[in-house]
């Protein structure tokens, strides 16, 4: 899979933040420091049955079957999908859910420098396929990069006669069941999610965007509308997300969308940007 300049820095920065992280933290996690997880994968003899403390780049990917790993970085696509662990990878177990808040989490996957404890075992076949020589059972965790987010979120309120609230919607959707509505919320799209949602977080500076909360699956958002709202990089781009006026088809008590995940549809006839793209 060919990777952008962009996402080699990234990565190059990645590697280099843990490397220093590593040898600013000390010798092997029995002393108080932690160890960078090449140390552990060059001499996983040293460490086995122990409980030791690791730097590195954790991946979360669902599927079938899902991923939890510990790798020494990860690359992925502009948009932040398709993360890809990087080199051999030690097998996680027992990660805690509520780290991966502070990482990143572009729709398809959760990823970010973390720094690990717990049991090492090696020379085992370890994961769904049995293909990982290395596990680490976590006792603890945390995020090493904390990922500052930005909430953008559309207000409860009326929206005038006519028009149906985000909220009403969700709150009473078989009243609006195959009815022509016109309501305001958050598109979102990344290549694999599209959604009206009631809001969108976004790293700082506008990056890494994700859906929050509530979400609506949307198909049929004009094309043209999508070059007045913030757009990622690339040729298409990454991402695009912006608050909109959107007038369409409510269906609702389905299995829409991604993986029959969302249980109303949208199907767009007509849209109108509400926000200037910065």
Same mark, same amino acid.
């Given at each position: 899979?060919?990777?952008?300049? =962009?996402?080699?820095?990234?990565?190059?920065?990645?590697?280099?933040?843990?490397? @220093?992280?590593?040898?600013?933290?000390?010798?092997?996690?029995? $002393?108080?420091?932690?160890?960078?997880?090449?140390?552990?994968?060059?001499?996983? /003899?040293?460490?086995?049955?122990?409980?030791?403390?690791?730097?590195?780049?954790?991946?979360?990917?669902?599927?079938?079957?899902?991923?939890?790993?510990?790798?020494?970085?990860?690359?992925?696509?502009?948009?932040? @999908?398709?993360?890809?662990?990087?080199?051999?990878? #030690?097998?996680?177990?027992?990660?805690?859910?509520?780290?991966?808040?502070?990482?990143? !989490?572009?729709?398809? $996957?959760?990823?970010?420098?973390? =720094?690990?404890?717990?049991?090492? *075992?090696?020379?085992?076949? +370890?994961?769904?396929?049995?293909?990982?020589?290395? !596990?680490?059972?976590?006792? /603890?965790?945390?995020?090493?990069?904390? #990922?500052?987010?930005?909430?953008? !979120?559309?207000?409860?309120?009326?929206?005038?006669?006519?028009?149906?609230?985000?909220?009403?919607? !969700?709150?009473?959707? /078989?009243?609006?069941?195959? /009815?022509?509505?016109?309501?305001?919320?958050?598109?979102?799209?990344?290549?694999?999610?599209?959604? @009206?949602?009631?809001?969108?977080?976004?790293?700082?500076?506008? *990056?890494?965007?994700?859906?929050?909360?509530?979400?609506?699956?949307?198909?049929?958002?004009?094309?043209?509308?999508? $070059?007045?709202?913030?757009?990622?990089?690339? *040729?298409?781009?990454?991402?695009?997300?912006?608050?909109?006026?959107?007038?369409?088809?409510?269906?609702?008590?389905?299995?829409?969308?991604?993986?029959?995940? +969302?249980?109303?549809?949208?199907?767009?006839? $007509?849209? *109108?940007?509400?926000?200037?793209?910065?």
């Amino acid at each position: 899979m060919v990777r952008t300049l =962009r996402q080699a820095m990234t990565l190059a920065a990645l590697l280099i933040s843990l490397m @220093l992280l590593s040898t600013c933290s000390g010798p092997a996690g029995f $002393s108080g420091g932690s160890l960078y997880i090449l140390d552990v994968i060059e001499k996983p /003899q040293e460490f086995a049955g122990k409980e030791i403390t690791v730097d590195g780049a954790y991946l979360w990917r669902p599927g079938n079957p899902s991923t939890a790993v510990l790798a020494a970085g990860v690359t992925t696509l502009d948009n932040g @999908l398709d993360a890809q662990p990087l080199g051999e990878q #030690i097998w996680i177990e027992g990660f805690p859910a509520d780290v991966t808040a502070n990482l990143h !989490r572009p729709g398809d $996957s959760v990823y970010g420098m973390v =720094r690990v404890t717990g049991m090492f *075992t090696n020379e085992g076949s +370890y994961g769904p396929n049995g293909e990982f020589k290395f !596990r680490m059972q976590v006792s /603890q965790a945390e995020a090493i990069e904390q #990922i500052q987010r930005v909430e953008h !979120r559309i207000e409860n309120r009326g929206l005038g006669e006519g028009k149906v609230s985000f909220f009403e919607l !969700r709150q009473n959707p /078989q009243a609006y069941n195959g /009815q022509t509505v016109t309501t305001q919320g958050y598109y979102f799209w990344n290549g694999a999610i599209y959604v @009206l949602a009631e809001g969108v977080t976004t790293e700082e500076g506008g *990056t890494n965007p994700q859906p929050m909360e509530n979400a609506i699956w949307m198909e049929g958002f004009p094309p043209d509308k999508s $070059s007045e709202l913030n757009m990622g990089p690339g *040729t298409p781009p990454g991402y695009v997300w912006g608050l909109v006026e959107v007038t369409g088809t409510f269906q609702t008590g389905g299995n829409f969308g991604k993986d029959g995940a +969302y249980q109303s549809l949208f199907t767009v006839t $007509s849209a *109108t940007p509400l926000e200037q793209r910065p």
